[in-house]
């Protein structure tokens, strides 16, 4: 059972190694309570980094080890509160490291609306995405809870708003760290002598295929609205260095089952 809620997942991901070893203390450092705010945002975006190295990594090994790394899939349950929030952060992490996600609900009568979010990806991919939502997860639940929520503000709505402008950041730190990793790695390639851009462009077929064959009429979640004032102070949180910019950019929207 994990911090967020439950899960289901078929096939098997390596949680071991030294890299995810180091990744994992870079993390627990930013979680760290007595970490200041640009501390925290220091050792998230050195594991950041190291998380997109590992994914070429993994890629690479992985297409010169035929089913060594192969799609699944995993389904994630959020709980309460602001669980459609908690779930639209999982959907966009997912997106930031080639993972894709459909946002699920079910609504009954007299019962709060159940979010879950399916991922597909390849089981390193699914890897990263999990040690990092659920460490952004922490430190977004700890940010938010000591940022004053203005009194003549709704506090829901400016809490969701602040984590709006959390996603915001996250999704931009995560696109600028996985170009740096592929330009970097630019001129690698297999043993078999393909490159990463053709090794990842393969991967993203392969999983987009896994998507459409559970979901073949999945639609792209139309965005929210949402009232709250909160999104500049969620921005900043997600990022410390980002303090004073004014154009926010987004990741891709997730699909929704319908």
Same mark, same amino acid.
């Given at each position: 059972?994990?911090?967020?809620?439950?899960?289901?997942?078929?096939?098997?991901?390596?949680?071991?190694?030294?890299?995810?070893?180091?990744?994992?203390?870079?993390?627990?450092?930013?979680?760290?309570?007595?970490?200041?705010?640009?501390?925290?945002?220091?050792?998230?975006?050195?594991?950041?980094?190291?998380?997109?190295?590992?994914?070429?990594? /993994?890629?690479?090994? +992985? $297409? #010169?080890?035929?089913?060594?790394?192969?799609? =699944?899939?995993?389904? *994630?349950?959020? @709980?309460?509160?602001?669980?459609?929030?908690?779930?639209?952060?999982?959907?966009?992490?997912?997106?930031?490291?080639?993972?894709?996600?459909?946002?699920?609900?079910?609504?009954?009568?007299?019962?709060?609306?159940?979010?879950?979010?399916?991922?597909?990806?390849?089981?390193?991919?699914?890897?990263?995405?999990?040690?990092?939502?659920?460490?952004?997860?922490?430190?977004?639940?700890?940010?938010?809870?000591?940022?004053?929520?203005?009194?003549?503000?709704?506090?829901?709505?400016?809490?969701?708003?602040?984590?709006?402008?959390?996603?915001?950041?996250?999704?931009?730190?995560?696109?600028?760290?996985?170009?740096? /990793?592929?330009?970097? +790695? $630019? #001129?690698?390639?297999?043993?078999?002598?393909? =490159?990463?851009?053709? *090794?990842?462009? @393969?991967?993203?077929?392969?999983?987009?295929?896994?998507?459409?064959?559970?979901?073949?009429?999945?639609?792209?979640?139309?965005?929210?609205?949402?009232?709250?004032?909160?999104?500049?102070?969620?921005?900043?949180?997600?990022?410390?260095?980002?303090?004073?910019?004014?154009?926010?950019?987004?990741?891709?929207?997730?699909?929704?089952?319908?």
């Amino acid at each position: 059972m994990s911090q967020y809620g439950s899960m289901s997942q078929s096939g098997s991901m390596s949680q071991s190694g030294p890299m995810l070893a180091k990744i994992r203390k870079l993390l627990a450092k930013a979680e760290d309570a007595a970490s200041s705010p640009q501390e925290a945002e220091t050792y998230t975006a050195k594991a950041a980094q190291l998380i997109a190295d590992y994914g070429i990594d /993994a890629a690479l090994l +992985a $297409a #010169d080890a035929p089913g060594s790394d192969r799609v =699944a899939d995993r389904v *994630v349950k959020l @709980d309460a509160p602001y669980a459609r929030d908690k779930a639209q952060l999982l959907c966009d992490i997912a997106l930031g490291l080639r993972c894709r996600a459909v946002l699920r609900r079910r609504s009954a009568p007299d019962t709060p609306t159940e979010f879950s979010v399916h991922l597909f990806g390849h089981e390193s991919d699914l890897a990263r995405t999990d040690l990092l939502f659920t460490s952004l997860l922490m430190q977004s639940t700890q940010r938010l809870a000591t940022t004053p929520v203005p009194a003549w503000e709704h506090k829901a709505a400016f809490r969701r708003s602040w984590q709006a402008g959390f996603r915001m950041s996250i999704s931009r730190r995560l696109a600028e760290a996985e170009a740096r /990793a592929q330009e970097t +790695a $630019a #001129d690698r390639t297999t043993q078999g002598g393909r =490159a990463t851009g053709l *090794v990842l462009a @393969d991967r993203s077929v392969e999983v987009e295929a896994s998507l459409r064959g559970a979901y073949p009429l999945a639609q792209q979640a139309r965005p929210r609205t949402l009232s709250g004032s909160g999104i500049r102070d969620g921005y900043l949180a997600g990022v410390q260095a980002d303090i004073g910019e004014t154009r926010l950019r987004g990741a891709r929207a997730a699909l929704h089952s319908g």
